[in-house]
């Protein structure tokens, strides 16, 4: 006779079950068959071929254009990722460590923000970055106007302006659970201000900072409304040459394909991303201090 | 080693004042507790004294130098916090090694110093381990060995042994006054168990309402409590309210519902006849017998309604009038009826007396309907507390 245990996860795990179905028929499924389609020849007018070929991606790996925009498209989310982070954490910090009633407002505003959709963003960018904007007037003393828009410069700024509202409401999640009094514990034994924030904080909000830095990266990757506005079509990003070839094309098979190749990229950039942080024992040691605990016992057994 | 001066500090949270005006001057090498119950302003102190707190008035000085502005990470502190705060990033020894760490030591000795800490807090195994695979006391000790490790001027410890069962307490808390004694090094330490800042400090501050009530020798504070909340905070008191009618040589003579008490009078308090008076004796120098035997001066009739058994004695809850219980320290060996007619007596010189005041709080006001049992909420006994005051 099968006996139960009053801990036995498994019951609960039966749960799970309809919103895996539920994946599985809104994201497997539609994934499924635009990657099979991109093994296909497109016969033009919208139609695909019966024959399996691997054209497509011959195409896109040897012309420089692809795989230019490709390398660009990740060159331009890492830089916005990295600008994000940096401008975003100390906003993050002093968010999450904040005790007043202000504090609850601010994260009204970031959320507020984080919805405000990107065409709208954009178009308030526009104006600014324009060449008789307010930020070449403000430059003026400086140098000449510069060309914002229309350059992988002004589509940073787009994605940064984009995805930061995102960044520092999830930093300052993962901030706020490191508790004020490991930072007293640091200066008082000694730490300087640097020293808390890079021995201490740094490495305890490593894992989620690294997590939400991923976010903004892999939204940033599949952005197109900010580089089609602010990159003027000078900006050539992948999901741009996508909707290109979707539309202007018509090539469904091979906007698949490149679809497929960007879907692949930003999965496997972070799953490499992942293992990188996985390999410090560190962090696999606080999540899960059970198999720590276990490999201690085992050791010492041994 | 630093003498540490608490210079008139107040301080105030949205109009609550939470310190108001704290004067303590911590001699060099001294243990110094600050005592009192939840909420009275002990920790908020003891921040200010690391400079997490800035004080609205006064200063802190360390060494006669004014440190109020001075940053905690050049104060030249050791602290343990009541929520241990160990780094849960880094393993045992990266945690004790902390500020060696931050004070640039080579890794050789720094190695070396937290084998001899690990060993120090019994726990030369765990060096390894991160804090999450320790126990609540476990990681109380590593809190302990990370504040001593680099020697400091001033360590401040925040309840450090709260977490730990009784007898694991003792054996710290005599391992702290072992280390602090050695090293000399001058120690704030903060708790509410009475019995713990009895036994390991060389004078106690004594807080209640962000103000010192008393500060003393811990056997000062026991044996001339000068107020009645210093008589209820540390061991036991029972109380009588009265009235002063008569001043004789050497002793007041007080009238209360039940008749009348002597008290020894003392120099530094004033007495007018008339006035309202509240006497206090603790429940071991009290003697109960069943019938009227005794002589001595201060005797009360009443009734035994409860008796507790506590381990080492037998507490007997006397009623003496409605309004009125005693809780007196009785032996095993002669064991009373409850409901049987007894009398309790006390020697004049074990007599406190104070001007009366309401407070509710130590059991002594109007409007307390039940009858007078004052019992302090500890858990330790009185007598366990007279005998660790006696080790001392
Ligand atoms: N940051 C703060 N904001 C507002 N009030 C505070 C703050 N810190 C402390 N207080 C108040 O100050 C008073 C004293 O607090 P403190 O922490 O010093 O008490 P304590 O004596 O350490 O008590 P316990 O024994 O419970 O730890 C309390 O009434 C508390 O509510
Ligand atoms: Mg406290």
């Known amino acids: 006779m099968p006996v139960t245990l009053v801990d036995d996860p498994r019951p609960w795990r039966l749960l799970l079950i309809i919103p895996l179905a539920v994946s599985f028929v809104l994201f497997a499924f539609p994934q499924a068959y635009f990657i099979a389609a991109s093994f296909h020849e497109n016969l033009g007018y919208g139609r695909i071929g019966e024959e399996w070929t691997l054209a497509n991606y011959v195409r896109v790996f040897t012309d420089p254009l692809y795989v230019g925009s490709l390398l660009r498209t990740i060159g331009l989310s890492a830089l916005s990722a990295s600008i994000c982070l940096a401008i975003g954490f100390p906003v993050s910090y002093v968010i999450a460590r904040m005790t007043s009633r202000r504090k609850a407002t601010l994260v009204g505003l970031l959320v507020a923000a984080m919805f405000i959709t990107p065409v709208v963003k954009d178009v308030g960018l526009i104006i600014l970055l324009s060449q008789n904007g307010v930020v070449n007037q403000a430059l003026s003393v400086f140098s000449k106007p510069l060309g914002w828009l229309g350059s992988e410069a002004g589509v940073v700024v787009g994605l940064v302006h984009f995805t930061l509202p995102l960044i520092v409401l999830l930093l300052g999640t993962v901030i706020s659970t490191v508790p004020l009094s490991l930072e007293e ?100 040691r606080m999540a899960s201090p059970a198999p720590a605990a276990v490999s201690t016992f085992v050791k010492k057994a041994a | 080693m630093a ?73 030249r502190l050791g602290m343990v916090f009541q929520d241990y705060a160990l780094f849960p990033h880094l393993n045992v020894a990266d945690n004790v090694g902390f500020a060696l760490r931050a004070a640039g030591m080579p890794k050789a000795d720094i190695s070396k110093r937290v084998r001899e800490l690990l060993a120090l807090i019994r726990l030369p195994a765990v060096g390894e381990r991160f804090p999450s695979e320790l126990s609540g006391g476990q990681q109380q000790r590593v809190a302990i060995a990370r504040a001593l490790a680099h020697t400091p001027a001033v360590l401040l410890m925040d309840e450090p042994l709260g977490a730990l069962d009784l007898k694991l307490r003792e054996a710290m808390q005599h391992e702290l006054a072992v280390i602090q004694q050695k090293l000399g090094i001058t120690t704030i330490y903060v708790t509410h168990d009475q019995e713990e800042a009895l036994s390991l400090s060389n004078r106690i501050a004594l807080m209640r309402r962000g103000k010192i009530e008393q500060l003393g020798t811990p056997r000062e504070i026991y044996r001339n409590p000068a107020t009645p909340f210093a008589a209820f905070f540390l061991g036991k008191i029972n109380f009588v309210p009265g009235k002063l009618q008569e001043k004789q040589a050497g002793a007041y003579r007080i009238s209360t519902s039940k008749g009348m008490l002597l008290c020894p009078t003392k120099d530094e308090r004033k007495f007018s006849l008339g006035d309202q ?46 309004m009125t219980s005693f809780i007196v320290d009785g032996t095993m060996d002669r064991s009373i009826e409850s409901d049987a007619p007894v009398q309790v007596a006390w020697d004049v010189s074990a007599t406190y007396l104070y001007p009366y005041e309401d407070d509710q709080e130590i059991g002594v006001g109007v409007a307390s309907t039940e009858p007078q049992v004052v019992e302090v909420t500890g858990k330790h006994e009185a007598n366990t507390l007279s005998e660790s005051l006696a080790m001392t």
Request: glycine share 10%; net charge positive.
């Open chain 2, 277 to 322: 008076v509240l006497v206090a004796v603790r429940p071991e120098h009290l003697r109960i017998a069943e019938v009227a035997s005794q002589n001595g001066s201060n005797v009360l009739p009443g009734r035994v309604v409860r008796q507790k058994f506590t381990g080492k004695v037998v507490q007997y809850e006397v009623r003496v009038d409605e």
């Open chain 1, 185 to 284: 514990a640091a200066h008082a034994h000694g730490a300087s201000r640097a020293r808390v924030f890079y021995g201490v904080i740094i490495p305890i909000v490593k894992p989620g900072m690294i997590a939400a830095t991923l976010m903004v990266f892999n939204l940033a990757m599949g952005a197109f409304t900010t580089p089609a506005l602010l990159g003027g079509g000078r900006v050539l990003t992948f999901p741009i040459l996508i909707q290109r070839s979707v539309i202007l094309d018509v090539d469904y098979p091979f906007a698949a394909s490149l679809s497929t190749i960007l879907l692949v990229s930003v999965f496997c950039l972070n799953v490499l991303a992942g293992y990188l942080m996985s390999r410090q024992g560190r962090f696999r």
């Open chain 2, 3 to 75: 003498r540490v001066t608490l210079e008139n500090l107040a301080k105030w949270y949205g109009g609550q004042n939470v310190l108001d005006i704290v004067s303590i001057d911590v001699k060099e090498g001294e243990f110094l507790t600050l005592l009192g119950p939840s909420g009275c302003g002990k920790t908020t102190t003891l921040r200010m004294v690391a400079g997490f707190v800035s004080p609205d008035t006064g200063r802190v000085l360390f060494n006669g130098t004014d440190m109020t502005r001075t940053p905690t990470q050049k104060r």
